[in-house]
């Protein structure tokens, strides 16, 4: 699923900075759960976590661990699908949870009432895929030539016509015999793809969000194929980018990722990239906010006997149901800003309201 | 709804395994300190047996102690998905979870799983025939290969699909590639009968419910020493063909076919239960980092020839792979497998040889061999059950026998409602009576002279014998005249193999010998159910 320690032994800049960050908010968890005692010697304090795949990176990272080491802490993480986090996942065996998203950590909470959330930093949406890949696009008009942005308008109407690869005329680069259709995870299960989830319907409802019953209706024909047509998908965003990473143009055209997954990897000292990978952005876009919630000692598992749904009508979730979306009253802000629509938001009512039946 | 949540449930048996066998559950593996503070013990595909030197050093370097259980792939999954996996073990390794996932209470029972390799299922072919069909080093899609076999120009084995994640995957892909229209299966897609699929499928000639029983055949019929037809190809992971290659067991190479419009391939991801300990948990997290290290990613490459799970770790491949979508409904998948076993796969012919000697006598005899042939017949709904009943177009003979072989019944069943005639099959089974002497060797013979007749009248088929004995021969020919009758054969019956069904005080010493003889393998129903056995035996026919 993920790379306890394979690979990724640097990244050096963003695993420091987001050590610092974490720091203070870990220690402050831990702190406050063992009484504020002096930290001076530190006595080591394992404190067990379960957080968004596309973290542990740098959770394994060695100067990440030494960092909290020197403060007495041991960070003990399993990886696990935001989503799966917010449902599934038994939480009374960790002291802490990390989603990807205000949205999965909203859910959460709705079960696990926490005093305070963290959000100690945020990423926006990407695409990782190879420079054939864009040169198709960009004849194809879903990519401005020269441009890293992808029109998430163009590509929806290529991917709900069901082209093929090999359908795209003067293709030689990539004639592949399969939908042309960016690789997600599963939304059920990961965050990444509830937040494609979140532009590709808010793009399909003429840039708006995704709101009643109606909207869902008249959106679920363009937005459904999407997820259905790639057939099994990843349940975490690690996952996909590992096969990105090892599988190549032919596994994974296109991958729906977090900017940071790819950024870490170019920054580090041995990077893994394709030598043709390339970065594009989607427009609209949205930035997922990664949200640490502390858990209660014993925490009751009851998100453990709950299945994963989106269109389960329990308890409201505390974000807002449209735009734009107010931040709820514990945290600073809210959920998900959209960087070319920033009145637009993907909020976890739209996503919950879709009828998305294999969830 | 009900339905597809047996489909589902049915799908998930598949699954679990991977690559593995289809009951072959040999003895295990324990390695690392016996008085470690943890044990993790792992349900797992007996191909995961390979690694059994890595997994030393892992355990030496964590303090772990790993024990692996290998088991059937129907088995395991049916074991995650009832929950009877996590009262005795901690975690799970198979080729792939992909089956689990398209059942949410088996999908809650999972932990975090870590991919640790990988290796598509591609079509290996001895060199001289890939030379022959013109596909030596240039790119082949499925539609091309699916053309050769029609015209027979090639012969493969495969595994049973509900047996092997490797036969899954290859039915998967092919039906992806060649009905598929560039996205995952649809259920009308997954029904489909077209011309390609049947050629495609005619060509398989060796089937087995285990990889490991494959590779031997495979190689056994190339070299001489089975008296069956040589078979062209095999259709497996493309590790397990490096590996025959490396083992220099096989008198040519042979060549690896990676289909150009698409393959599917096998992930291992080792799984942690929910329910494990936070020991267990911590164990297993332990273990994967250590297995996803750079060296031990190189180790596992070079030992398993399958491809690391982390990047970077190896040179990249070469080329363009393209991975098919794999569908992710469970009623795709069931329809899928439906349409491969009634409509699609050559036909089967099975010839059960069935002791109803007066030692049958008692419900644990006659009474588990009425079962054991009711069950096959539809009554057992299990994950196993489903697809492993007798199938659409499928001929059944039974031939009973005590002091002398009774008349056969054959029964060929419908292909589009195989209800009436699997219901003949038990009404007959529930009819046998036991009584008599034990004429095991006569009745063999028998059997051989009606396979004979119905390879005459229709030779297209898989032809098998499966021969269940409770007792050592006591009436008519002996071993020797065997042996003189299996090494004159006719020509048509030297690839028919005889599957024994080892049972109450059955000679096992006689019934490896005849199965070796003959191209087949023993089954042990001594320690198993009858009908868990008879069930088994369905991956082979």
């Known amino acids: ?359 | 709804m009900r339905r597809i949540a047996t489909a589902a449930v049915a799908v998930l048996a598949l699954v679990a395994g991977c690559g593995g066998d289809g009951g072959d559950t040999g003895p295990g593996l324990g390695v690392g300190p016996e008085n470690a503070d943890v044990t993790l013990r792992v349900l797992a595909g007996s191909e995961l047996l390979d690694l059994e030197p890595v997994l030393a050093d892992a355990a030496a370097a964590t303090g772990v102690r790993i024990e692996l259980d290998p088991v059937g792939t129907l088995d395991g999954a049916e074991a995650v998905a009832s929950g009877a996996a996590e009262t005795d073990h901690d975690a799970i390794w198979f080729s792939s979870n992909r089956y689990l996932a398209l059942q949410p209470e088996a999908q809650a029972r999972l932990g975090t799983a870590v991919d640790i390799m990988s290796s598509p299922v591609v079509l290996g072919l001895r060199r001289s025939v890939a030379e022959r069909v013109g596909w030596s080093g240039r790119p082949v899609t499925w539609a091309e290969i699916a053309a050769a076999a029609g015209a027979r120009q090639f012969t493969y084995g495969m595994t049973d699909p509900s047996a092997s994640n490797s036969g899954f995957s290859a039915v998967v892909a092919v039906a992806t590639a060649l009905v598929g229209s560039g996205s995952a299966l649809t259920l009308e897609q997954a029904e489909s009968t077209a011309p390609a699929l049947r050629d495609f499928f005619g060509a398989q000639t060796l089937s087995a419910g285990s990889s490991g029983f494959l590779q031997d055949a495979f190689v056994r019929r190339v070299t001489g020493a089975d008296p069956g037809e040589p078979v062209d190809g095999l259709i497996n992971y493309e590790s397990v063909l490096l590996g025959m290659n490396a083992a220099g067991t096989l008198p040519e190479p042979l060549e690896l076919i990676r289909p150009a419009d698409g393959i599917v391939t096998a992930e291992y991801p080792f799984t942690v239960l929910a329910a494990a300990s936070p020991e267990a948990r911590d164990a297993h997290r332990r273990l994967v980092e250590h297995l996803r290290t750079p060296d031990v990613q190189r180790a596992i490459a070079e030992l398993t020839h399958r491809q690391p799970a982390v990047p970077g770790v190896l040179p990249a491949p070469a080329g363009v792979a393209v991975e098919l979508p794999f569908p992710s409904q469970a009623d795709v998948v069931d329809a899928l497998l439906t349409s491969y076993f009634d409509k699609l796969r050559r036909p089967s012919r099975t010839i059960y040889v069935l002791d109803t000697s007066g030692s049958m006598e008692g419900d644990e005899r006659i009474g588990a061999l009425r079962r054991a042939l009711a069950g096959l017949a539809g009554a057992d709904a299990s994950l196993t059950g489903q697809f492993r009943r007798f199938r659409g177009r499928e001929q059944v003979t039974l031939l009973p026998f005590s002091d002398s072989p009774s008349s056969p019944q054959t029964f060929t069943v419908a292909a589009d409602d195989t209800g009436p005639d699997r219901q003949a099959i038990a009404d007959a089974g529930a009819a046998l009576q036991p009584r008599g002497g034990t004429a095991i060797y006569e009745s063999l013979e028998a059997a051989y002279r009606v396979a004979e007749q119905q390879i005459a009248a229709d030779p297209d088929r898989f032809t098998s014998i499966v021969l269940m004995t409770d007792g050592e021969n006591t009436a008519g020919s002996g071993l020797q005249d065997f042996q003189v009758f299996a090494a004159t054969r006719a020509p048509a019956l030297r690839g028919v193999p005889v599957f024994c069904v080892v049972f109450g005080e059955s000679d096992a010493g006689e019934m490896e010998e005849v199965a070796e003889l003959t191209g087949g393998r023993t089954f042990d129903a001594r320690t198993a159910p009858l009908a868990e056995v008879f069930k088994e035996i369905r991956g082979y026919v």
């Open chain 1, 1 to 359: 699923m993920t790379a306890p320690a394979g690979r990724r032994s640097g990244r050096r800049v963003l695993s420091w900075l987001l050590a610092l960050v974490l720091l203070g908010v870990i220690g402050f968890v831990v702190l406050r759960d063992v009484g504020g005692r002096d930290p001076d010697p530190p006595a080591v304090t394992v404190v067990t976590g379960v957080i968004g795949s596309e973290k542990l990176a740098f959770f394994a990272d060695e100067r990440v661990r030494a960092v909290f080491a020197a403060h007495g802490l041991e960070i003990r993480a399993d990886p696990a699908g935001s989503r799966q986090i917010a449902t599934t996942v038994p939480l009374d065996r960790y002291d802490f949870a990390f989603p990807s998203s205000s949205p999965a950590a909203d859910k959460l909470l709705a079960q696990h009432p926490a005093a305070r959330t963290y959000a100690p930093f945020s990423s926006p949406m990407a695409v990782a895929t190879f420079t054939p890949i864009v040169d198709l696009l960009t004849q194809a008009g879903v990519v401005a030539p020269g441009s890293t942005t992808l029109d998430v308008r163009r590509y929806l109407e290529l991917a709900t016509s069901g082209t093929r690869w090999d359908q795209l005329p003067g293709n030689t680069a990539f004639p592949a015999r399969k939908d042309v259709l960016l690789s997600t995870t599963a939304p059920c299960q990961s965050n990444s793809a509830a937040m494609y989830l979140g532009i590709a319907s808010y793009v399909a409802n003429a840039d708006g969000v995704v709101a009643d019953q109606a909207a869902v209706a008249q959106v679920t024909p363009s937005v459904q194929p999407l997820f259905r047509d790639q057939g099994y998908l990843p349940s975490t965003t690690e996952v996909l980018f590992e096969d990105y990473l090892s599988g190549g143009m032919g596994r994974v055209p296109m991958a729906l990722v977090y900017e940071a997954q790819y950024l870490a990897e170019a920054l580090s000292p041995d990077p893994l990239l394709p030598a043709d990978g390339q970065l594009l952005y989607p427009s609209p876009t949205i930035f997922s906010r990664h949200t640490l919630v502390p858990l209660p000692p014993g925490a009751t598992g009851s998100a453990s006997c709950s299945r994963p749904t989106l269109s389960s009508p329990r308890s409201p979730p505390s974000t807002a149901s449209g735009p734009p979306t107010p931040a709820p009253s514990r945290r600073r802000s809210g959920t998900a800003a959209c960087r070319n629509q920033p009145r637009s938001s993907t909020s976890w009512n739209r996503r919950r309201s879709t009828p998305w039946r294999e969830c």
